[in-house]
C-alpha cells in the first residue's frame, strides 16, 4: 500500500511545498494518507486526489475505513471499498456497540437503510 504514497507524490510534484506522507500499523497493513500544504486547504490538491485515491485503492482491494466509521466529509465515498451489505452490517455493528454514538463521535457511516 506503501506505493500509494509514491503515486501521489508524483500527482503533486509540480504544486510547491506540498508535502506526501503515509504512516500505519504494521500488523495490519493500514495506511494513513497525509498530504499537506504551508498555505493549508487546497481545491487544487483535492481535485488531484480525489476520486484517483479511492480508485486506486479499490483497483487494489483496499479499504479506506474500519469498522467504527469514516469522517463526514469522506462518508460518500466508503462504497469504493466496502459492498453495500457490509456498509450495512458496519452500521448494525455501530448501533449495537455505540447505541447513543458518544464512541468517535466524529466517525460516521453513510446514510443507507438498514
Same mark, same amino acid.
Given at each position: 500500500?506503501?506505493?500509494?504514497?509514491?503515486?501521489?507524490?508524483?500527482?503533486?510534484?509540480?504544486?510547491?511545498? %506540498?508535502?506526501? !506522507?503515509?504512516?500505519?500499523?504494521?500488523?495490519?497493513?493500514?495506511?494513513?494518507?497525509?498530504?499537506?500544504?504551508?498555505?493549508?486547504?487546497?481545491?487544487?490538491? !483535492?481535485?488531484?486526489?480525489?476520486?484517483?485515491?479511492?480508485?486506486?485503492?479499490?483497483?487494489?482491494?483496499?479499504? %479506506?475505513?474500519?469498522?467504527?466509521?469514516?469522517?463526514?466529509?469522506?462518508?460518500?465515498?466508503?462504497?469504493?471499498?466496502?459492498?453495500?451489505?457490509? !456498509?450495512?452490517?458496519?452500521?448494525?455493528?455501530?448501533?449495537?456497540?455505540?447505541?447513543?454514538?458518544?464512541?468517535?463521535?466524529?466517525?460516521?457511516?453513510?446514510?443507507?437503510?438498514?
Amino acid at each position: 500500500m506503501y506505493g500509494l504514497v509514491e503515486v501521489v507524490r508524483k500527482r503533486v510534484c509540480h504544486l510547491p511545498d %506540498i508535502k506526501v !506522507v503515509g504512516y500505519g500499523h504494521v500488523g495490519d497493513g493500514n495506511l494513513h494518507l497525509n498530504v499537506s500544504s504551508p498555505s493549508g486547504y487546497s481545491d487544487e490538491v !483535492v481535485q488531484l486526489l480525489e476520486p484517483f485515491v479511492y480508485e486506486w485503492t479499490e483497483e487494489r482491494a483496499g479499504s %479506506i475505513s474500519a469498522e467504527h466509521g469514516i469522517g463526514l466529509m469522506k462518508a460518500p465515498c466508503l462504497t469504493y471499498s466496502k459492498s453495500h451489505d457490509a !456498509v450495512q452490517l458496519m452500521q448494525r455493528f455501530k448501533q449495537l456497540m455505540d447505541p447513543h454514538r458518544i464512541l468517535n463521535p466524529y466517525k460516521v457511516l453513510p446514510n443507507t437503510a438498514l
